[in-house]
């Protein structure tokens, strides 16, 4: 009884603020948020539930965007569609059982109360998972790097440079997309709160919506938003890639999303992980090697609405499958910007080194 108020009240206060990375279509363009606000309550330890028995397939979900782009190869078009209790279908070999997620408040529950053992989320989202469940959760790879572009419609910004004076407009209030973008305009000699006037919006498609109205000229956005608001805008262009920027000024890749996955469900089956992440691996090859194929998996799973949007957009997505010590690396960098900018954001704490998931 005590653990099931627990888990309510947890369900009750896990929230995800604004938008990180992005979702598959324009409508749902913060599924894949980056501050969640996750309550004290969740703090109790996740091995309270037994993990699962070596027989059974790794429970892993997906949000719906980038970070699961890359899992899609793995999952298959499964012929047995039958769900189980929690929602789960099994992957086309039987070896994962899976679902996919509009928002990471709807997966996070189930992650710390044992109902899935591992997920594609946020990157800063894992942090604040590891700190508030006293570590039991750990990042076994980055699986997405920076997806956020600035574009514009006109030709004035070749540079962060060429931002100062401007107005721009996102969304993100909060959330990484702010501490992205202020740390840049930062690093580039722009007072953020006096160089420059930033507009923020609940969702990507009120950005867009007044870049076409003609009351601002520049935007930041995400992929694969941005290559959908392309298409839907005449003379929109991408002015700045935020992913390369990132590189330039803090030396690592900018980062969006990982696989978190429960300590317990690992030391239940070391091999069965192991096994997992090769195919993972593979599957993330696979996205570059056929990514009409890998489109038309977004579509059916519905990680993006269309399988041609996906196709499009993929290569612009970046994604990856970082593990080990460049995983390391480039993490404790993208966590230490962001707990210098508030360290709420990474769940009041920066995560220790049983946080990485060292194979």
Avoid: H
């Avoid at 992005?22 to 309270?48: I, K, L, M, N, Y």
Wanted: proline residues 5%; negative net charge; glycine residues 8%.
């Amino acid at each position: 009884m005590k653990l099931k108020k627990l888990l309510a009240a947890f369900t009750a206060a896990a929230l995800v603020l604004s938008l990180a990375g992005c979702a598959g279509a324009p409508s749902s363009a913060s599924s894949e948020s980056a501050q969640p606000a996750v309550s004290a309550a969740s703090s109790a330890p996740a091995q309270e539930t037994a993990a699962p028995t070596q027989s059974e397939p790794l429970r892993v979900a997906g949000l719906k965007g980038p970070t699961t782009m890359g899992l899609v190869n793995l999952l298959g078009l499964s012929t047995d569609s039958k769900a189980d209790e929690n929602g789960l279908k099994p992957s086309q070999d039987g070896s994962v059982l899976y679902n996919m997620y509009g928002a990471a408040d709807e997966l996070v529950p189930l992650l710390v109360k044992g109902d899935l053992d591992a997920a594609c989320v946020p990157a800063n989202l894992a942090a604040t998972l590891y700190n508030k469940t006293q570590g039991a959760v750990q990042v076994a790879c980055i699986n997405t790097l920076g997806v956020l572009y600035v574009v514009e419609k006109g030709d004035t910004v070749q540079s962060m440079a060429d931002l100062k004076g401007k107005t721009l407009v996102t969304t993100g209030k909060g959330a990484t997309p702010e501490y992205v973008l202020r740390y840049l305009l930062s690093q580039n000699g722009i007072d953020p709160d006096k160089d420059i006037t930033i507009e923020y919006t609940s969702e990507a498609t009120e950005a867009l919506a007044k870049v076409q109205a003609g009351e601002v000229s520049i935007a930041m956005l995400p992929q694969p938003f941005v290559t959908a608001a392309m298409a839907q805008t005449e003379g929109l262009r991408v002015a700045l890639d935020m992913n390369a920027e990132w590189q330039t000024a803090a030396g690592t890749p900018l980062v969006t999303g990982v696989l978190l996955v429960r300590k317990d469900a690992v030391e239940a089956d070391p091999a069965r992980f192991a096994d997992f992440m090769e195919k993972y691996k593979q599957s993330t090859e696979q996205t570059a090697a056929d990514p009409e194929g890998t489109a038309a998996l977004c579509e059916a799973f519905g990680v993006v609405a269309k399988a041609a949007l996906a196709q499009k957009a993929l290569p612009q997505c970046n994604i990856v499958f970082e593990t080990g010590d460049a995983m390391k690396t480039d993490l404790t960098t993208y966590y230490q910007i962001l707990f210098d900018a508030d360290p709420t954001s990474v769940g009041g704490a920066l995560p220790g080194d049983d946080f990485y998931y060292a194979g």
